[in-house]
């Protein structure tokens, strides 16, 4: 058998059920890792070893019992560690967000995301580094260090799922959680090396404690492989009663999807920047296009160029509500000063919005909607860079003295995310190019976006272009144990 760290999610809950290797020797495995490696990445806030022993030892005692069961009947992830990101709660563990502001806060429950997870037999192994209120697409939080790419650890994880990425692709875990508002999953894909989707609205659930809002941010995983994120989309995708958005079940299973014939697909291929006017795009950001219009032509789909479905200016419509959401985070009166000046400054701009302003945003995003549905009529997929960059050097972004001119900075960097939170529809980062920039190898994703509900499509099709370019599983110079 393979290291241990070095299987997928469900190669390792197989080699579990199996009996190849045992609970106790998977946690123990990536205790080390996490307490050794993690440091080097900023991976995580939190490392729970009781919590992921304990975890482990039910697994054992649940593996014991089952002797003569068939081994479909287990929890699909048994055994396998999958730490939680601190945007979402676990019980009795800390829980900052990433905040100076919530300094000493215990989560009193399990958010619904980790009781689906803790649900599959994942062990709970600790919490993932994020951003203050998971805001920006830098993991540079006051109250930990950086999360760092493992490909090159000058440069950022991405964010705000940064540390959650950065525990995947330096072998510490085969997935990790993460949540995505406006390209929180696919942006640290990106700059990481890894596979990131954000689904559409709808097909994860917010409850039975959140609620959708204006429906921008929904919760995933990253991981090394398209199987695995299909596989805990199917964990994930279960709803709770009272929703506000519900999507129709897939045909099968969305792991299942990843065995089927997408058929002949019209692909629309996008490099213009939306959000942003002014975004250079890099050299190699251009070039992961190129490869992978490529080999999706080589597979027999139709290729045709599409424009930007509506302008940055249009585009500012989504500023009242990102900043609402940020005034509406429970910040207590006295801790405000000890936001960092990005949060400030969203939160003052929120308070300059009236509910009329309000409203009509909720409006605008929905015309853009009928307006990018209208545009991008004639094809079936979308393919476009996930970055204009690849993975920034820390501090680059993060502006403390101009945070408007931070969030400029942002939206150059990722001037095509956001736009599927805006819409609702999914889309998925893929790790499919990496080039050498100043003298080291970096990865660049390529995103692909489909229609609403169109999960299945999307994964289709990101399989059969993993098994015609598998990428690498691990950065260059990872250390092997």
């Known amino acids: ?33 996490a307490h050794r490696l993690g440091p080097d990445v900023g991976a995580f806030v939190h490392v729970a070893d009781d919590r992921a022993r304990a975890h482990a030892d039910e697994a054992a005692e ?5 002797r003569g069961v068939d081994p479909a009947a287990l929890p699909p992830f048994l055994g396998v560690p999958v730490p939680i990101k601190d945007l979402t709660m676990v019980a009795g563990l800390p829980f900052r967000a990433g905040s100076a502001a919530l300094e000493d806060f215990v989560a009193p429950f399990d958010d619904g995301v980790a009781t689906l997870l803790r649900g599959a037999g994942t062990v709970m192994v600790g919490k993932t580094n994020t951003p203050e209120l998971g805001l920006p697409p830098y993991t540079e939080p006051d109250v930990a260090p950086p999360a760092r790419s493992p490909w090159d650890t000058s440069r950022t994880a991405g964010g705000s799922s940064g540390g959650a990425a950065a525990a995947v692709a330096a072998g510490i875990v085969p997935a990790a959680h993460g949540n995505d508002g406006g390209g929180s999953l696919r942006i640290p894909a990106s700059a990481c ?10 097909r994860v659930s917010r409850g039975p404690y959140g609620v959708d809002g204006p429906g921008l941010a929904i919760d995933g995983v990253l991981t090394r492989t398209v199987r695995d994120t299909a596989a805990f989309l199917d964990v994930l995708s279960q709803p709770w009663p009272g929703e506000t958005y519900h999507l129709p079940t897939p ?42 219009a490529t080999l999706l032509e080589r597979m027999g789909h139709h290729l045709e160029p599409v424009a930007a479905p509506y302008s940055a200016e249009q585009w500012e419509a989504f500023m009242p509500l990102w900043a609402v959401g940020v005034l509406q985070a429970p910040v207590p009166p006295e801790a405000e000063s000890s936001l960092v000046p990005l949060t400030r400054w969203l939160r003052e701009l929120a308070r300059g919005f009236s509910g009329a302003e309000y409203a009509d945003a909720v409006a605008a995003l929905q015309r853009l909607t009928r307006q990018t549905a209208l545009a991008w009529s004639d094809v079936d997929v979308v393919l476009s860079p996930t970055l204009a960059q690849p993975p920034v050097p820390i501090g680059s972004l993060r502006d403390d003295e101009d945070p408007a001119g931070d969030f400029r900075a942002q939206r150059a960097f990722t001037p095509w995310t956001s736009t599927w939170n805006i819409i609702g529809a999914p889309s998925v980062s893929l790790p499919l190019h990496r080039a050498v920039v100043d003298g080291v190898e970096l990865p660049f994703g390529v995103m692909l976006g489909a229609r609403t509900g169109r999960e299945e499509t999307l994964l289709a099709l990101a399989a059969a272009l993993e098994a015609a370019d598998p990428w690498p599983a691990f950065a260059p110079g990872l250390p092997a144990a």
């Open 1 to 33: 058998m393979s290291e241990i760290h070095e299987l997928s999610a469900l190669e390792l809950a197989d080699a579990i059920r199996t009996g190849e290797v045992s609970p106790d020797e998977v946690v123990d495995h990536t205790l080390d890792r």
């Open 62 to 66: 649940l593996l014991a019992g089952s």
């Open 251 to 292: 045909q099968g299973t969305f792991l299942e999807a990843c065995e089927r014939d997408p058929g002949r697909l019209r692909v629309g291929v996008l490099t213009e920047p939306i959000a942003a006017t002014v975004a250079p795009v890099h050299a190699e950001a251009l070039a992961a296009v190129d490869e992978a």
């Open 193 to 202: 090396g890894l596979v990131g989707l954000k689904a559409s609205r709808g």
